[in-house]
């Protein structure tokens, strides 16, 4: 069965930081693009950060761009996020998915092939 499942999240208050991980069952994560996104209530789910299956290449929206950083672990089979200076528009759930092997298009929701179940981040004081 394939299977992304996120951990990490919780409560911080502004400014703190938190480290999002997926851990990947089923299949490998090498041989996919991964990506992170959130969804804020009564907002559409966006993309905010990707890197291509090889690691070379990683972008960010400019909401996050310098404050957020995508990693892979290919001995673990897991992907994180690590999350900086955070701010209350942070609040959101965040999932982690796999699409095609470049991050091409991952702005679209139909770039994802598999997705997980996501995690509550709260930025709250």
């Known amino acids: 069965q394939l299977r992304l499942v996120e951990s990490g999240g919780g409560l911080v208050q502004p400014g703190g930081s938190l480290r999002l991980s997926c851990a990947a069952s089923?299949?490998?994560?090498?041989?996919?693009?991964i990506a992170w996104y959130r969804q804020a209530p009564g907002k559409r789910r966006e993309g905010i950060s990707c890197?291509?299956?090889?690691?070379?290449?990683?972008s960010y929206a400019d909401s996050v761009n310098g404050r957020f950083t995508i990693s892979r672990d290919s001995a673990k089979n897991t992907a994180s996020l690590q999350m900086n200076s955070l701010k209350p528009e942070d609040t959101a759930v965040y999932y982690c998915?796999?699409?095609?092997?470049?991050?091409?298009?991952?702005?679209?929701?139909?770039?994802?092939?598999?997705w997980g179940q996501g995690t509550q981040v709260t930025v709250s004081s």
């Open positions: 998915a796999v699409g095609s092997l470049y991050c091409s298009g991952y702005l679209e929701l139909p770039w994802v092939n598999y």
């Open positions: 089923g299949f490998t994560l090498d041989g996919h693009a």
């Open positions: 890197m291509d299956r090889d690691g070379g290449s990683t």
